[in-house]
């Protein structure tokens, strides 16, 4: 029997011809990569001493925040943490 380029039904024919794409590096599925990764990325800010705080806002107030955290070139959360670190200095005088 030949080998046709185009038959990928006889897979024992095709296992040392390479396929496009990137190497598989990690032998879990991407949906529990995406759990580890998520579990390292929560281990590392609680190291750096980081804590995860979420709350909802105005869409126009992002935009605001999303606009002036470009002006300054930081990160949106490094924006908010330093209103909030300023806000709580003025609160304590």
């Keep these: 029997m ?5 038959d990928l039904t006889t897979l024992d024919l095709f296992n040392d011809e390479k396929r496009p ?3 598989k590096t990690s032998p879990h599925p991407r949906s529990v990569q ?3 990764n998520k579990r390292n990325q929560v281990k590392r800010d609680k190291n750096k ?8 806002i105005h869409h126009s107030v992002f935009e ?3 606009a002036l955290a470009k002006t300054k070139e930081i990160s949106r959360s490094e924006l908010i943490e330093s ?11």
Excluded: C, D, N, T
């Design 64 to 66: 605001q925040l999303e």
């Design 49 to 56: 001493g980081l804590k995860r705080v979420e709350f909802k």
């Design 83 to 93: 209103l909030l670190i300023e806000s709580l200095a003025k609160e304590s005088i």
């Design 34 to 36: 995406i759990k580890i």
């Design 2 to 6: 030949a080998k046709e380029i185009a």
């Design 21 to 23: 794409g990137r190497p």
